[in-house]
T-cell receptor, first 112, second 112 residues
Framework: KAGVTQTPRYLIKTRGQQVTLSCSPISGHRSVSWYQQTPGQGLQFLFEYFSETQRNKGNFPGRFSGRQFSNSRSEMNVSTLELGDSALYLC???????????FGPGTRLTVT | KQEVTQIPAALSVPEGENLVLNCSFTDSAIYNLQWFRQDPGKGLTSLLLIQSSQREQTSGRLNASLDKSSGRSTLYIAASQPGDSATYLCAVEEDSNYQLIWGAGTKLIIKP
């Protein structure tokens, strides 16, 4: 089975712009979670989607949003980018009922 | 509020040594505890998942233990190899909500 894929792998944006990141889960997995990783804050949970519904949300401002499509692919969007949004964004998928998460390689976002 | 701590932040040992990485958490009401490794430029790889009812899990040269009452977990790596060099992260899941709370990680270097 193919693993979790994320596109793009690297992205450079300017403050004030918006960005959309994509995640394709392992085939058959319907749950997708998103995490932000920064040197200062470490790994932090953003949100989780299951069957196109947001099931859980972390403590991030409303500029961070996401969605999931019927094929389980997920996108996250960050609007009005700030310098502090520079981070590695990781997504993970899991099988229904399972708790083990499988991570993608991440998208490295740099905001200048 | 659950907090996860990993000590030490970095560790460098000669090849062949056995070593222990530590993880502590403040609230013992966890659903499971998971250990991951992260290689530079790559995503996270799940190593071991310990359910709250379990005391330990083993996979090859890795053994993870869990003591909920004291809020501690250890990851034991036997006969370390240079390929074990990576950052090791532990994370706890509370109340089966699929949201992981992360430690800051231990950066491990195995010297040939």
């Amino acid at each position: 089975k193919a693993g979790v894929t994320q596109t793009p792998r690297y992205l450079i944006k300017t403050r004030g712009q918006q960005v959309t990141l994509s995640c394709s889960p392992i085939s058959g997995h319907r749950s997708v979670s998103w995490y932000q990783q920064t040197p200062g804050q470490g790994l932090q949970f953003l949100f989780e989607y299951f069957s196109e519904t947001q099931r859980n949300k972390g403590n991030f401002p409303g500029r961070f949003s996401g969605r999931q499509f019927s094929n389980s692919r997920s996108e996250m969007n960050v609007s009005t980018l700030e310098l502090g949004d520079s981070a590695l964004y990781l997504c993970a998928s899991r099988a229904q009922g399972g708790h083990e998460q499988y991570f993608g390689p991440g998208t490295r976002l740099t905001v200048t | 509020k659950q907090e996860v701590t990993q000590i030490p932040a970095a560790l460098s040992v000669p090849e062949g040594e056995n070593l222990v990485l530590n993880c502590s958490f403040t609230d013992s009401a966890i659903y499971n505890l998971q250990w991951f490794r992260q290689d530079p430029g790559k995503g996270l790889t799940s190593l071991l998942l310990i359910q709250s009812s379990q005391r330990e899990q083993t996979s090859g040269r890795l053994n993870a233990s869990l003591d909920k009452s004291s809020g501690r977990s250890t990851l034991y790596i036997a006969a370390s190899q240079p390929g074990d060099s990576a950052t090791y992260l532990c994370a706890v899941e509370e109340d089966s909500n699929y949201q992981l709370i992360w430690g800051a990680g231990t950066k491990l270097i195995i010297k040939p």
